[in-house]
DNA sequence: CTGTTAGCGCTTTCAA
DNA sequence: TTGAAAGCGCTAACAG
């Protein structure tokens, strides 16, 4: 009805060309008050007129538009393999919390068997930067061209030049074991990750080697099962009657959802822990405290792990820090009522 | 030294046009190609060529191009409270089951005091449709003309022209009722989520409701707390006396977190569960079963939440299929452990 | 302080 | 079956 305004409301996705007309500036002043560059470029009173437009349009910039020309994404992605699994969940936590509404958290989930996905799908979904959590990707060929910044987590090894975040598994791995041998433990079942991973490795050498370093006549039982409960669970009502047989005492897993499994089947056999066996493993996520029994578990900080990872990430995509840099954060044992005097 | 051969390498991000050049064909092929759209529109050989191309010079379409000019961004944003949240991580793996390569999951925590992340900010990560599971969303005025489809998760009420996943809490909540009652429990402890929400208010009304019918004088003792393990824990600490001098004989959790922080102040104060208190609570994550002692709870299936909602927003995306559509998940009760008779 | 303009890399008519 | 060309909406020089 007013002359004055404009009538007819932009059709589809209100753009800057839109929010130009409104507040009668042109384009180029739109996308500096939009993104906070007003500052000394614009006076005061076009800034707030402009302002005002955008409320009043409800004006987003387009993020397509906006990284065709800047090149930039405000996006990283997590690689991992399963988000369930909770400290995978909890080192996303960590990352979120290090990341504010500039920067978006994209999840690689490397579901399946498809395998986990290659440089060439993540860049193709536009990010600035990349945290892996999987094996293999490492050796990508493509690694080095990937065009931004990869952040490797949780692996002490691997080509240089590539920054990671990694736990120093031994500290708690020599504490779990001499934790283990103080109790009189000296037949152990290790049930490690089927997935062969350098951490994985770490924690089962490191705990092995200290263990027969402690005991006179050490023997470790191996075995190896999946990242889940139940697959663990099913492996040790299979097996448990073979681990008593070589007279094992004591079960230490690679991860804590494996020592879940492990307690499942163990309550299913009405085997006692610890009376009749001990149990204890690497990750301590926080329910770790509540299982039955209560778990001993060499923490691993995964929240921390996350935080440290995501700054590595943002310091090289917006200050362009060199990479290379290793974060490296202690582990410690946290005794809990899963382990006990080995039965005679 | 090869004539026939380009020699210099492209020197950034091989584009559209290193690779027609190398190929010696324009980029609209080169597009159709790399789009699989070359059937019937390009010869096999000049197809092929093409491919060679791509392959030799690991050429990867720019999405913020492509996106530019689609409209589309092949990316959904689940907003939700808590990553670490076993229930949550369960949600995002279905989802993450249900989108192929071709459909991107960002995670936009809501995390800290900042509030819920609003319809404009969502939009200005570039998304084509958003998965909700957190309060308050859905009253943002500017939801309706969001421009891309939103599904609400885990909440019954709300707009219409939404479309919803939920679950029917009322058979689980009267199962367990039921059970308590049978049990001989008359004086119970809800401890609900601090934060409001309608799923939550269900779950406590529905149990509630079904339980003054069963129990005669049936008394129900209010508490909240925020959904995390050691607050709950911290409150059971403080509460306990209280709740016994009220002749409380069993606590229920609106979910399975709090239960966690429940057995553990349980167990720091040696009270036997279930001999002196019986615990129970909803959701049912899978370490309901290892817990001490494992727990009675309300299966309410996330993974199924996740890929059902999954399911519907790519049907609106891809087939714009119509909103408004609800998907009703059923829930049933898991007896466990952590529940029994009511001490006399 | 504000506007004009040249692309960013790609998809998609439209002609040839 | 292929190519030329017109934008998609925006940022960043540059000019005024």
Known sequence: MDVGERMSPPKGRVKATDVAEHAGVSIATVSLVANGKAEGRVSAATAARVRASIAALGYVVNPAARSLVTGRHHRVALVAHDIANPFIAATAA?????????????????????????????????????????????????????????????????????????????????????????????????????????????????????????????????????????????????????????????????????????????AAADVEVPGALSVASFDNNPIAAVTHPPLTSVDLPARELGREAALLVVDQIEKDARPGRSVILPTSLVVRRSTGPAPT
Do not use: C
């Open 94 to 266: 960590g990352v979120g919390e290090v990341f504010g509404k500039d920067m978006q958290l994209i999840l690689a989930a490397a579901t399946g068997e498809d395998g986990p996905p290659d440089i060439a799908t993540i860049s193709s979904f536009g990010v600035d930067g990349m945290l892996v959590n999987i094996a293999g990707i490492q050796d990508d060929p493509q690694l080095g061209e990937a065009g931004f910044p990869v952040v490797v987590l949780d692996e002490s090894q691997g080509p240089p030049g590539l920054s990671r975040v990694y736990f120093d598994v031994g500290i708690g791995a020599t504490q779990l074991s001499e934790h283990l041998a103080g109790l009189g433990h000296r037949v152990v079942v290790y049930l490690d990750s089927e997935r062969v991973r350098e951490t994985f490795d770490d924690r089962r050498e490191r705990f092995t080697a200290a263990f027969r370093q402690h005991v006179h006549r050490a023997k470790i039982v191996s075995a190896r099962s999946r990242i889940d409960m139940h697959v663990a669970q099913a492996l040790v009502a299979r097996s448990l009657p073979s681990w008593r047989r070589q007279g094992a005492t004591a079960i230490v897993t690679a991860t804590d959802v494996q020592a879940y499994g492990v307690l499942a089947a163990l």
